[in-house]
C-alpha cells in the first residue's frame, strides 16, 4: 500500500496514513459527536461533544497503531524485516520482507496484535468503570474499549489475510509440517470467511440497518478478495521455486545514456528498439534509474535538443536493485508500480532489467508450471 502522508518513524519503523483513514476519521467523529456522546452524557454544549469526539477518534487511530507496531516489533525481534506501517480505510498494515521462519514465530507476530487490542479495551474499560471523572469522557473511554474489544475479536476470526487466519496458518504448519498445504487452507478459510460476511451484510441490509450491513459486506468483499490474491500470490511462489532472476529477465537491454539529449536518444537507441522502457547510465556504465517512452513522449519538441535524459531519469529504490543470481520469488514480495520492476546488476554493470511485462510473464508461466 502506498502511503499517502508519512507521519515519521516509531521504533525506527516508519509510520503512515493512506488518504482513506481521513474516510475513518471523520466516521467516527460524526457518529460519536453526532449520536453517541449526546446519548450518553446529554445536558452539555456541542462543541464539547465535537471536542470529545475527535480527541476519541484519534485516540482510536492510535490504538490502531499500537496494534501494528506490536505486530511490527515481534516481528523484528523474530527476525523478519519490517518495512513500514500505515493506516488506511480497514484498518493498519505492516508490510514485511519475507516471512516468519517457524510456525511458532508466525504465532507470535499474528496473535500479538489483537492481544495487544484486547489489552487496550481492558485498560480503557477499567479506567471508565472505576475512574473519576466527568461522564463525558468516560463515555468516551468506554467506546474505545468496546471498539477495541471489537477490533481483537474480529481480528481473531480464522481467515487468511486476518491475524487469526495466520494464527491458523501457523497451527496447520505445526501440525501438518506442510507450509503449502497450511497456505491453502488459510487462504480459502479467508475467502469463505468474506463470503460468509457479505452473506451476514445482507441479511442485515434486508431486516434490520442498512449501514452497519453495507458495511459488512464491504469488509467481507475485501477479505474475500485479498484472500484470492494472496492465494494467487502463493501459487506463483510455488511454481518459482529455484528460478533465477536471470531466467526471468530481459538481458542486456538497450541502455540511454544519461548524458544524451531526447532528440538523439529517439532518433537513435530509441527507434530501433524493441523496448519501451530503459535503462538509464551514467558515463562509467553505473545505472542511475530508468526511462520509458511516456517520459520522452512528455517532453515538448521545442525542448527535446535541450533535456538531457538524466534529468527525465526515474530512481529505482535499493531494493529493486538485484543481482542476476537472486530468487525470482523476491519480486513477488514487493508491490510493484511502474514499467520498471528491477535493474539487474552484474559487476556494477546492467546485465540486464525486469519490466512490468517479464513479471507478468514469469507470473503465468509459475502458474503454468504449477498446474501442470
Ligand atoms: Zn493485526
Redesign the pocket.
Known amino acids: 500500500m502506498k502511503q499517502s502522508l508519512r507521519l515519521g518513524q516509531v521504533a525506527g519503523i516508519p509510520v503512515g496514513v493512506h488518504w482513506s483513514v481521513l474516510v475513518i476519521a471523520a466516521l467516527i467523529a460524526a457518529s460519536l459527536g453526532g449520536g453517541v456522546l449526546p446519548g450518553a452524557a446529554p445536558g452539555q454544549v456541542p462543541g464539547l461533544y465535537w471536542t470529545i469526539a475527535v480527541a476519541t477518534s484519534v485516540l482510536f487511530l492510535a490504538s490502531l497503531l499500537a496494534?501494528?507496531l506490536a505486530?511490527a516489533l515481534v516481528a523484528r525481534w523474530r527476525a523478519v524485516p519490517v518495512q513500514s506501517i500505515t493506516l488506511w480505510l480497514f484498518g493498519g498494515v505492516t508490510q514485511m520482507q519475507g516471512e516468519a521462519r517457524t510456525p511458532r514465530n508466525e504465532l507470535e507476530i499474528s496473535v500479538v496484535?489483537?492481544l495487544t487490542s484486547l489489552a487496550v479495551a481492558g485498560l480503557a474499560f477499567v479506567m471508565a468503570a472505576f475512574m473519576p471523572g466527568p461522564r463525558l469522557v468516560l463515555s468516551a473511554l468506554m467506546w474505545l474499549a468496546l471498539m477495541n474489544l471489537l477490533l481483537g475479536v474480529f481480528?481473531m476470526l480464522p481467515g487468511a489475510p486476518l491475524?487469526g487466519g495466520r494464527v491458523l496458518h501457523a497451527v496447520l504448519w505445526w501440525r501438518t509440517r506442510d507450509r503449502a498445504r497450511a497456505d491453502r487452507a488459510a487462504a480459502r478459510a479467508g475467502q469463505g470467511l468474506g463470503l460468509l460476511l457479505v452473506g451476514l451484510g445482507m441479511a442485515e441490509v434486508l431486516f434490520t440497518s442498512w449501514a452497519g450491513g453495507l458495511w459488512l459486506m464491504i469488509i467481507g468483499w475485501f477479505l474475500a478478495g485479498a484472500a484470492g490474491t494472496e492465494m494467487a500470490a502463493r501459487s506463483a511462489r510455488e511454481g518459482l521455486g529455484g528460478v533465477r532472476i536471470r531466467d526471468v529477465m530481459t538481458p542486456l537491454p538497450d541502455l540511454a545514456p544519461a548524458w544524451l539529449d531526447v532528440e538523439e536518444f529517439v532518433s537513435g537507441v530509441a527507434s530501433r528498439s524493441h523496448q519501451s522502457v530503459f535503462p538509464v547510465v551514467a558515463f562509467g556504465g553505473e545505472p542511475i534509474g530508468y526511462v520509458n517512452l511516456e517520459a520522452l513522449a512528455a517532453v515538448p519538441p521545442s525542448q527535446r535538443g535541450s533535456t538531457r535524459l538524466d534529468r527525465l531519469a526515474r530512481p529505482l529504490p535499493p531494493d529493486r536493485i538485484l543481482g542476476p543470481d537472486d530468487d525470482a520469488a523476491t519480486l513477488l514480495e514487493r508491490p510493484t508500480m511502474g514499467p520498471m520492476v528491477a535493474l539487474v546488476i552484474e559487476g556494477g554493470h546492467v546485465a540486464g532489467m525486469v519490466t512490468a511485462q517479464d513479471l507478468s510473464r514469469m507470473v503465468r508461466l509459475a502458474l503454468l508450471r504449477r498446474a501442470s
Open positions: 496494534h501494528e505486530h496484535g489483537p481480528n491475524d
